[in-house]
């Protein structure tokens, strides 16, 4: 009976066992999905907050924002260039012979009526194949995500724009239809020789409507997409009818068309019309084009949507500068190891007259005056400056110490890599001293009467970040040690605005394209006025930071900048490892800033801002000049007087005692310190 007992017992063991292992693996199993949902939905929050800046444009109305139509004209009133839909010959996706459509379908998005925004089959595809290949010969992006790009974000390659690029393409999907969506991409997708959609580019290159493109040139258009400059006919015809014949084997394999049409489209290529010159500012029109869909959506042109767009855009100088910067480039670029440059320039009230984004529009159409986020080094260095002398007392003739300074366990060091003692506060802006740079953060703080250095250092740092947006900065400025040596990104065009708030005798400048809008009829809708601008800074410091920054292009980093008869200030700024260099200057007529430096963040080969952008400034302000009376820089209407000389270098004076003390500041507090 025991040992029958004792089966029994061992069965029901048996038995209960993997029913006991199971529940608890079913826990474990429970367990480990709790947490996989838990980092699925945290990650999911992660994504989202990083695609947030991508929707601020998705606000009401947006698609009635994207359907303008708008002919610029420089400030001549001479035609410049179109952007947005062209209304008057608008052709719609039905109307567009099938195998056009087969093309584009076939090369760049073969499920584009099957997935929701984001095909992970066709990424799939890509990857294996780029592995294949060991190359890039694919890509993973539906039409949608590159109207997402085309329409909201900017060219830049990194991982947060790719994740608000997938947001954008879901939050699109749910908005349009599919043919509203392929209609609004083939309307604005770059075709290379300034021709923006799928009609312009039929009529550039073949000198006919989309309606009527054959096989061939519909294989030809849709090769385009992936690379205008690379496939471009008119400069690359043999790649362009490569590429060609590569949609036709994928149109052959999606059975858009049969081997027949296959070979007959081989024998006779797309021909070619004689190529016209494209605009000269297409990066100044994208920027401009950007600013009048902001004032659209602030209502200022009503429902008008067909528009006419005068800019202040100086053709003049607009092509003396690209041609200037081509020569650059080409002369000097292989030398100092650098492969892309920006240039902008504006009157002091912040009028651009002139923007460069790039060394050719064609190969890339990112914007590096006005997207491109770079550390501008010693460039940045006015600021702190204009801050001590706003804070502290101290004045362009007060002493300062070049000597070791040590915010924590970071020691800043010279561009020499030594320390020059005591000079005037002038001398250390003319040479670019970092030393002296961080020492006034910590001046600042200690004139507030913050006790540690730490604390003085922080405080000086947010009055520096103060005035940087008081003068026009808007990138985010990041309250690190190493802030006053430029070490936060920031954009060609806001650099440039900023300074012309120290042309401007202290008011701030808003960078601006467009002065006047009509409708199509001819009625005026928009007139920028010359409304009061806030003051950034006091006249008094203006003017003294005019001396000092005079000073940097007389006797400083400079000099290459100087305009014989023609008084000029400005600041260079070379970053670490040499990844970027930058001089923005002005005279009393222009404002202008530079930047060279190559787009993976490679570092140059030592190339500094007293070189190539230095001289680049000179090489196109000093002809922009040759008719230009000259003008004193505010502040110095009787002339620069030589105070004495104080350290290593001639100190100007600019002020009056009178100007010097706290109650001259015009409202800005004036912390008592060291003079």
């Known amino acids: 009976m025991q040992a029958e007992r004792g089966i029994v017992r061992a069965v029901g063991a048996a038995a209960v066992g993997p029913v006991l292992l199971a529940v608890r693996g079913g826990r474990f199993a429970l367990a480990c999905l709790d947490e996989a949902v838990t980092v699925l939905a945290f990650g999911l929050a992660g994504l989202l907050v990083l695609a947030q800046p991508a929707f601020r444009d998705t606000g009401p109305g947006w698609l009635k924002r994207l359907d303008l139509s708008v002919t610029f004209l420089d400030r001549d009133g001479r035609h410049l260039g179109h952007r947005g839909i062209r209304h008057d010959d608008q052709v719609a996706v039905e109307e567009l012979p099938p195998h056009l459509e087969a093309a584009i379908l076939a090369t760049e998005d073969r499920r584009f009526y099957t997935h929701a925004g984001i095909d992970p089959v066709g990424l799939v595809r890509a990857l294996v194949a780029n592995a294949r290949a060991d190359a890039v010969v694919q890509g993973g992006s539906t039409i949608t995500q590159q109207l997402a790009k085309n329409l909201f974000l900017s060219g830049e390659r990194s991982l947060e724009r790719k994740i608000r690029e997938a947001f954008l393409a879901v939050w699109l999907e749910h908005q349009l239809t599919k043919r509203q969506i392929l209609k609004l991409y083939l309307d604005r997708a770059y075709m290379g020789a300034g021709a923006f959609g799928i009609e312009a580019a039929a009529q550039v290159y073949f000198g006919v409507s989309a309606r009527h493109v054959s096989v061939a040139q519909a294989a030809m258009l849709a090769g385009l997409l992936k690379a205008p400059s690379r496939y471009a006919p008119h400069s690359s ?6 590429r060609a014949e590569e949609v036709l084997d994928r149109m052959l394999d999606t059975g858009a068309i049969n081997p027949a049409e296959r070979q007959a489209a081989r024998s006779a290529p797309a021909a070619l019309i004689s190529p016209e010159r494209g605009s000269v500012a297409d990066h100044y029109l994208d920027w401009a084009f950007r600013e009048v869909q902001r004032l659209a959506a602030s209502g200022r042109f009503g429902r008008h949507s067909v528009l006419t767009v005068t800019t202040a855009l100086d053709r003049t100088m607009q092509s003396r500068a ?54 501008p080094g010693s460039a940045f260095k006015p600021f702190v400056y204009a801050a001590a002398l706003i804070h502290t007392g101290l004045r362009p003739t007060s002493a300062v110490q070049d000597a070791e300074i040590c915010l924590g366990s970071w020691c800043p060091s010279n561009y020499a890599r030594g320390f020059s003692g005591t000079m005037s506060l002038a001398s250390a802006l003319a040479r670019s001293v970092n030393t002296v740079a961080v020492r006034l953060s910590v001046d600042i703080g200690r004139a507030a009467g913050e006790l540690t250095m730490s604390r003085q250092a922080r405080f000086g740092r947010a009055r520096i970040v103060e005035l940087a947006r008081a003068l026009g900065l808007t990138t985010r400025l990041h309250d690190t040690p190493s802030l006053p040596l430029g070490a936060s990104e920031v954009t060609l065009v806001e650099m440039t605005g900023a300074y012309a708030g120290f042309a401007a005798g202290g008011l701030k400048a808003e960078p601006h394209a467009v002065l006047a809008v009509r409708s199509a009829s001819g009625e005026q809708l928009y007139l920028r006025r010359g409304a009061a601008r806030p003051r950034a800074l006091p006249a008094e410091v203006a003017a003294e930071m005019n001396a000092m920054l005079r000073k940097v292009v007389d006797e400083g980093t400079a000099r290459r900048a100087a305009i014989p008869g023609h008084a000029a200030g400005g600041k260079t700024g070379t970053t670490s490892a040499y990844r970027d260099a930058w001089f923005v200057g002005f005279t009393g007529h222009l404002v202008a800033g530079v930047w060279f430096g190559n787009d993976d963040d490679r570092p140059t080969r030592q190339l500094t801002g007293g070189s190539l952008p230095a001289q680049l400034w000179h090489d196109v302000m000093a002809p922009a000049h040759a008719d230009l009376a000259p003008r004193p820089l505010p502040g110095s209407e009787t002339g620069m007087q030589v105070a004495g000389r104080v350290g290593r270098g001639f100190v100007e004076e600019v002020a009056s005692a009178s100007v010097r003390t706290g109650a001259a500041r015009r409202g800005f507090e004036v912390l008592s310190g060291p003079r």
């Open 237 to 242: 015809p043999d790649a362009a009818r490569a």
């Open 322 to 375: 690209e041609a200037k910067l081509g020569e650059a480039l080409a002369r000097d670029g292989a030398r100092f190891g650098v492969r892309d440059a920006a240039f902008v320039a504006m009157a002091p009230d912040g009028a651009v007259i002139a923007m460069i984004g790039g060394r050719d529009y064609a190969a890339s159409q990112f914007n590096r005056a006005s997207d491109a986020l770079r550390q």
